[in-house]
């Protein structure tokens, strides 16, 4: 079950000019669902793309990064049910062949589309009824086409994830729209899965390069739900141009900050949807790691943290037995951490008690309020290391028994 979050309005989801979206049932891996999204872009369009480190990464993975770099993009193709990764040169041969077909169809050459595929690993892709599928995706290409391409990205996912914001730019009404999937095997080394934000600002190829790794790292880059980094971790950031605002060439400008704050406010949304929606997911915990030397630091903290089965579990059943919390910290990698420098609050939205302090359990402390506080859903771990001025956070959820029910029936 889904914390704090719901599916999407289709009246809240705002077309960006210059995209279109269809979708299809294809059969790729079950009958009667939509399983397969076309992405039509206007010429003129630009795209950049942050993808996994996963050295096993996936071939539509390894597609995209060619065809990002040498190609003016005019089309994305995505499918569920397949991920096409460990599959080797047939499993490349099959990206490019969904290219291929795509581009025929619509007119394209193979390298102005970009392949994605989100499912089983160590599976071929059908790309016989991949192909199948294209025409109708096509027929249904529309501008108000996100809801439905929200759900046909979903695997595991209960819920769609699909978010709209528009921001003056120039004197223009600048749209961004984007959509995610992914509930498990979340632990990024890049963004999450799969990710698309669409926007019609008008801005370089440069800096918009540089907008999609920034929001990557503060979003889809600061989230896990188990600790597993996808193969196929893919997440596009699309400017078509079509708002008529002047381009932005200068991060410096006022402009880039307006469009840099709505990405980055898109992207988060984004993301937190995704663990909100982790697989068995019952609690939304925000570990905020402040005080550090770096920003590194900051990060293996909150990490630890966010990745402890023990620290997940106990958050399910509400147990505060939170000296898990600093065994985490302990050993997350900070070899000259003072231990008596550090301290731990634990809050929900109504209430908030410090921990710990001084190596130990503060004085103040009594179980009584972390078990009232942790029956909340949505819950924050601060922890000021006391080393510094640096700071991150990091979105999880915790381990409930549906988490391994899902996992443990998978394929079936």
């Known amino acids: 079950m889904a914390v704090n979050l719901v599916t999407p309005n289709p009246a809240d989801l705002k077309p960006v000019a210059g995209v279109r979206l269809g979708v299809a049932e294809a059969g790729i891996r079950k009958a009667n669902r939509r399983d397969l999204t076309v992405i039509e872009l206007a010429a003129g369009s630009r795209a950049a793309g942050v993808f996994t480190r996963n050295r096993f990464c996936a071939a539509p993975v390894q597609v995209c990064k060619a065809h990002l770099a040498s190609s003016a993009i005019r089309a994305l193709v995505i499918n569920t049910g397949v991920a096409n990764a460990g599959t080797g040169e047939p499993g490349l041969a099959n990206a490019q062949a969904t290219c291929a077909a795509l581009a025929q169809q619509m007119g394209l050459r193979t390298e102005q ?54 921001v003056q730019i120039g004197g223009k009404t600048v749209t961004l729209t984007g959509m995610s999937k992914g509930a498990g095997m979340i632990r990024p080394n890049m963004a999450t899965m799969l990710g698309f934000l669409a926007c019609d600002a008008a801005v370089s190829q440069a800096l918009l390069e540089g907008l999609a790794r920034e929001a990557a790292d503060l979003s889809f880059n600061s989230i896990t739900v188990d600790g597993d980094t996808s193969t196929n971790d893919s997440f596009i950031v699309i400017a078509t141009g079509a708002a008529g605002n002047a381009e932005i060439t200068d991060a410096a400008s006022a402009d880039y900050k307006t469009l840099r704050d709505a990405v980055v406010e898109v992207s988060v949304a984004l993301a937190q949807a995704i663990v909100r929606d982790g697989e068995g997911a019952t609690k939304f915990m925000t570990i905020a790691v402040e005080g550090g030397k770096d920003r590194d630091e900051c990060r293996k903290v ?111």
């Open 113 to 166: 589309v970009l392949p994605f595929s989100t499912g089983v690993i160590l599976e071929p892709l059908p790309v016989d009824r991949l192909v199948a599928g294209l025409p109708k995706a096509i027929a249904n290409l529309r501008a108000d086409g996100w809801f439905d391409a929200a759900h046909a990205i979903m695997t595991t996912d209960t819920l769609a994830k699909a978010v709209s914001k528009q």
């Open 302 to 412: 909150g990490y630890a943290v966010a990745h402890s089965p023990l620290v997940k579990t106990a958050f399910f059943a509400s147990d505060p037995n939170l000296g898990r919390i600093l065994a985490a910290i302990g050993y997350a990698g900070i070899d000259d951490l003072d231990v008596s420098k550090l301290r731990v609050w634990l809050g929900n939205p109504d209430e908030t008690v410090l921990v710990a302090e001084l190596g130990g359990r503060a004085a103040s402390y009594v179980e009584e309020a972390g078990s009232r506080i942790m029956k909340h859903a949505e819950l924050t771990v601060r922890i000021d290391l006391g080393r510094g001025d640096a700071a991150a956070t990091v979105w999880t959820c915790d381990f409930s028994y549906d988490y391994v029910k899902i996992n443990a029936d998978y394929r079936s």
